[in-house]
């Protein structure tokens, strides 16, 4: 009797064990789903065209111990507790680095904001915007207390460098989402996320899982939205001149693939082609509240900002070359003149190829 009975206790000790270990893979996997709770969760696997673990750290798309360690290298003091981090989530065909700074604690349930821009090598504008946004929150890191705001300040860093629409395969990045809408010509790739700029845009995507999302375009000189986004798109124009206008989802756009598959709110910004002729500086004195009301809302955006006075130039090259855009050649008292010529109507080819 003694014998079985030790058997029969040593098999449901066994068993015991073999079942807890079964379990603890499905609570990890189950930990590991879970996106930001602020915004529809986002079933957004990473893409099946996504490189390796391996090929991933090589790129410059680190794994977490590693992006862990840069981002410390990286981290800018604010003078609060929040950190300023900067990180490279991939490279461009020709190899240039894509990269982001997150300003916020990133804690659970903030709101996630994520601006970028040039994602249209031709439509460098917002660049030097966003560089300047980079600045005032570092200044001013009260902004984003309880969010978490990401900038890309170049998405498509060999169109910038080549003065093109298009990557170095000469496909438009914003036509290369996994949209239920994507159309498979070749100015679109073979396939939805052939490219590895938009297929590192869409893996961060699906990594930081953002609230809401601001792209900066040329030239259409509106403010448009995808998605659930039409509160925040009049939050923000009522601090600009761009008119609201809804122009409608594109085949294979972000806007079309995060607002209105993903229900995330897209806000689109369609500069003019006159704001080529602004300064950094310039820039950030038209469009800079715009730009913090987009981060502030459903509150006002600060009523204290520091807005100096714009330099005008006529300068395209040095936004291309340095991110910024030119040097002074003009007063600030020309800037309601230049802005009173942006607002001209665009082509209807204009209107299909901008956004």
């Known amino acids: 009797m003694m014998p079985r009975f030790v058997v029969f206790v040593v098999g449901s000790l066994l068993l015991l064990a073999i079942a807890a ?68 989530f991939g490279n461009s065909v020709a190899g240039r680095p894509l990269i982001a700074t997150i300003h916020g604690d990133g804690g659970h349930g903030e709101t996630t904001i994520l601006i970028l821009a040039t994602i249209h090598g ?17 200044q001013h ?8 705001v990401i900038l890309v300040p170049v998405a498509n860093p060999d169109g910038m460098a080549d003065r093109t629409r298009a990557n170095h395969h000469g496909v438009d990045l914003n036509r290369n989402f996994p949209a239920s809408n994507y159309t498979a010509v070749s100015s679109h790739g073979n396939a939805a996320l052939s490219e590895p ?24 000189t509106c403010i448009d939205y995808d998605g ?27 806007g079309s693939f995060a607002g209105e598959n993903r229900h995330i709110p897209v806000v689109t910004v369609e500069f003019s082609r006159g704001d080529n002729d602004l300064t950094a500086e310039g820039m950030w004195y038209r469009y800079g509240r715009m730009m913090l009301a987009g981060i502030c809302y459903p509150d006002s955006p600060p009523s204290s900002i520091a807005l100096k006075q714009p330099e005008l130039v006529v300068s395209v090259e040095s936004a291309e070359s340095d991110h910024s855009v030119g040097k002074s050649k003009d007063s600030s008292s020309n800037s309601d003149a230049v802005e009173g010529s942006d607002t001209k109507a665009s082509s209807t080819n204009d209107s299909v190829q901008a956004k």
């Open 197 to 220: 700029e938009s297929r590192a845009l869409h893996d961060f995507i699906c990594k930081y899982a953002p609230t809401r999302i601001i792209t900066l375009h040329q030239p259409l």
């Open 21 to 88: 270990g079964c379990t603890t893979p499905q609570k990890e996997q189950s930990r590991g789903a879970t996106y930001g709770s602020d915004a529809p969760p986002i079933v957004c696997p990473l893409s099946s065209a996504s490189p390796s673990p391996s090929q991933l750290t090589q790129s410059g798309y680190e794994s977490d111990e590693a992006a862990g360690q840069s981002a410390q290298s990286a981290v800018r003091s604010t003078g609060l507790d929040d950190a300023v981090e900067t990180i490279t």
């Open 122 to 138: 031709n439509e460098a504008v917002g660049t030097p915007l966003v560089k300047w946004l980079d600045t005032y929150l570092t």
């Open 141 to 148: 890191p009260e902004v984003v207390v309880g969010k978490r």
């Open 228 to 254: 659930p986004a039409e509160p925040l798109a009049r939050a923000m124009a009522a601090h600009t001149r761009l008119p609201l206008k809804k122009l409608g989802g594109l085949a294979g756009s972000l």
